[in-house]
């Protein structure tokens, strides 16, 4: 006789009575006093990535903007980024301040529902000790003043939705939350094996407990396989992933920095930053925390019965495993990224140890939670405020990559560059291209084809790009602006004479000649001088198309030929006389009769450097003399310091140390150079990967 079908029972939970309202009272105080922390992140603008997902989403309606590829083309996440911000965009009016407010939600909801896992584990002491932890916590900080944190907010309130159904026998519905999760990002993939340890009944089986978990189990793989089409038919990478022991043990050893927020700074004030923390959020807390009623569900009239303290002690210490695995687990997703890392990729982790943290000092005397909690406040009010980040790529940072002193320094570049470009350009016509120059790439300014600039001016048909990928289909589609910053100021050189031969040297000075031949070819084109052949004859022979410049170079009335060339001597006879003037004519025909002698070229290059007649002569014959003799080291070294004197570092740091390759040992006694390389090792230690310790012999 088959037998009749049972009602699966959720997960016990501490049985509560009419005192069960102290805790939501208590909780009400945790919220209010996350709210308070975080309001002034509604105020924090747009940035980065933001402005791309903002120009993918006004493109069209909701199903045309999710069947197109990802913007980024990095991960697969059409719920954090695609979904999140077409709907917020069109119900805020594209308000910034609306996107902030819909991460405050998820915050919140984040708090609460850890809540809620809490108390259902370990009880209301538990939850109000694990959700005042989280609300204080510092990892919190990127996320909520970054719209598109929304990505780790999402995963992460989908990832406690999932739990809590789970925990409440609705396993399907908690299936779907986990998807939608992975789906906005996939640092929560292995939320299965926290259900399942958290889930467990006293006596069941393991096998059991994870088969009760296939909805979870059955939404990863879905995930997994979705992410793995859409990761074959994108055209960008997801960035440089690390893998092997050394990666482990870092994003393991940050999981023990990021809980008790132990960031510090590289230099002595900054190591241990004075900062105190928001003290009526941290009061609202603890008086939370220590609020009548909160040590336990049990109301005061009911006797305990015996062995109770011990079922507790028990319940709290399954509670506190299970938290300290979810922040293992958690932290697991960072390994291929530690070299990267930032304290809000362990925004899941942390759940986990509150979890950990709240179950384990429930039973122990109340002053344990509230100092732990000023503790974990003060320490995250300190790496809030740390007034630096991560210069460079490295898993053994000891702060995050992206924090909350990078947003306010980026924002703050990109808006000042932002008005600058509005003040030189209030409108632009339809359909405009801009070039920028010398916007270093971490200010977040200039992206892809340009979506600030569209945001900005709210027109579709504007582009704009770093001056180095220029080329003639992007110019020609209509109206050409171009914009230097020098000493962080913008200003528009559009009308400038000379142009494109100095925007030619520029590139070629970032060793770009293709984009320089662009601009040479197009000056060609206007002027058809026999200057602008000659310079484009030296980008094509450093092309690799030799033929072509032998015939620019004739053309332009230069003899095609190598040494010996007697202007040299003349030369230098001039200048002993002290007649500069001379020595450069002399220099100049010199290189007319001797086109292909990487000697004359580099006596002129030195005289045109000596004079001070302006970097583009002397950029094309320094260039000139090095790709015809690649393996002189003066050539080498005179290339650059040419570099390094127009603010190329890195691209200037790898010509000196390719001249002290050659050079070998007679570089040690090249002082200027090895000064030089030191002085730059202390000043831009963010090329610490090209300017090593000593240069090579």
Not at 677 to 692: C, M, N, T, Y
């Amino acid at each position: 006789m088959p037998r009749p079908h049972r009602k699966e029972e959720p997960v016990s939970k501490p049985r509560v009575s009419g005192a069960g309202l102290a805790p939501l009272a208590a909780l009400a105080l945790v919220l209010a006093a996350t709210l308070l922390l975080r309001l002034p992140a509604l105020d924090a603008p747009f940035f980065a990535d933001d402005f791309i997902f903002l120009d993918q989403v006004g493109r069209g309606s909701l199903p045309h903007v999710l069947a197109e590829p990802d913007p980024i083309g990095n991960f697969y996440r059409p719920v954090g980024r695609q979904l999140f911000f077409w709907l917020v965009a069109r119900a805020g009016s594209g308000s910034a301040r609306a996107f902030h407010a819909a991460g405050l939600l998820l915050w919140l909801g984040i708090v609460a529902l850890l809540f809620a896992l809490a108390r259902r584990l370990a009880g209301p002491r538990a939850a109000l000790i694990a959700a005042g932890f989280l609300a204080l916590h510092y990892a919190a900080d990127v996320p909520l003043r970054w719209a598109s944190g929304s990505q780790d907010l999402l995963a992460v309130v989908g990832a406690l939705a999932a739990l809590w159904l789970h925990l409440a026998g609705r396993r399907l519905w908690a299936g779907v939350a986990l998807l939608a999760a992975l789906l906005s990002k996939e640092v929560v993939a292995l939320t299965p094996v926290v259900a399942v340890i958290a889930a467990r009944r006293p006596g069941e089986s393991w096998p059991a407990a994870a088969r009760r978990a296939w909805p979870l189990a059955a939404a990863v793989a879905a995930w997994a396989v979705v992410a793995l089409l859409a990761a074959r038919a994108r055209a960008g990478s997801a960035g440089p992933l690390t893998f092997g022991p050394a990666a482990v043990a870092a994003a393991f050893l940050h999981l023990l920095q990021v809980v008790p927020a132990l960031e510090w700074g590289a230099s002595a004030e900054t190591r241990i930053p004075l900062a105190f923390p928001a003290l009526v959020p941290l009061a609202l807390v603890l008086v939370a925390i220590a609020a009548p009623g909160s040590r336990s569900s049990r109301p005061a009239a009911e006797p305990a019965p015996a062995g109770a303290g011990r079922a507790v002690a028990a319940g709290s210490g399954r509670a506190a495993a299970a938290g300290l695995v979810w922040a293992l687990v958690g932290a697991a997703p960072v390994v291929p990224v530690a070299g990267t890392w930032s304290a809000y990729y362990y925004l899941f982790a942390t759940c986990g140890a509150a979890l950990a943290l709240g179950a384990w000092l429930a039973p122990r005397r109340r002053a344990w939670g509230l100092a732990a909690v000023t503790l974990l406040a003060w320490n995250s009010a300190r790496s809030s405020l740390l007034p630096e980040f991560a210069l460079r790529p490295s898993a053994w940072n000891a702060r995050s990559r992206i924090n909350r002193y990078y947003l306010e320094r980026g924002t703050f570049s990109v808006y000042r560059t932002l008005a600058q470009l509005r003040a030189a350009r209030p409108a632009l016509p339809p359909r405009s291209t801009l070039f920028f120059a010398g916007i270093p790439g971490s200010v977040a300014f200039q992206s892809g084809d340009g979506p600030l600039v569209r945001w900005a001016y709210r027109d579709t048909s504007l582009r704009s790009y770093y001056l180095g990928s220029f080329d003639r289909a992007k110019a020609v589609r209509g109206p050409v602006y171009f914009f230097q910053v020098t000493n962080d100021t913008l200003r528009e050189v559009t009308s400038e004479p000379g142009l494109y031969y100095r925007l030619a040297a520029s590139t070629i000075l970032s060793e770009k000649p293709g984009t320089a031949r662009e601009f040479l070819a197009m000056e060609r084109e206007r002027q058809g001088s026999p200057v602008s052949g000659y310079w484009l004859a030296w980008t094509e022979w450093g092309l690799g198309e030799r033929e072509r410049a032998l015939d620019l170079l004739e053309r332009a009335g230069y003899e095609t030929r190598a040494g010996p060339v007697p202007e040299v001597a003349a030369a230098f006879e001039a200048l002993a006389r002290r007649d500069t003037a001379g020595a450069l004519a002399t220099a100049r025909s010199g290189v007319e009769a001797h086109a292909l002698d990487p000697g004359a070229h580099a006596l002129l290059a030195d005289l045109l450097l000596a004079s001070g007649g302006g970097p583009g002569p002397a950029v094309i014959e320094s260039y000139a003399a090095r790709v015809l003799d690649p393996d002189s080291p003066a050539a080498w070294r005179r290339w650059g310091l040419l570099q390094i004197s127009n603010q190329r570092i890195l691209d200037g740091a790898t010509s000196l140390r390719r001249y002290f390759a050659l050079a070998g040992a007679a570089a040690d006694r090249d002082l200027e150079a090895r000064r030089l390389w030191q002085a730059l090792r202390e000043r831009f230690p963010s090329a610490a990967g090209v300017l090593d310790a000593a240069p090579p012999h």
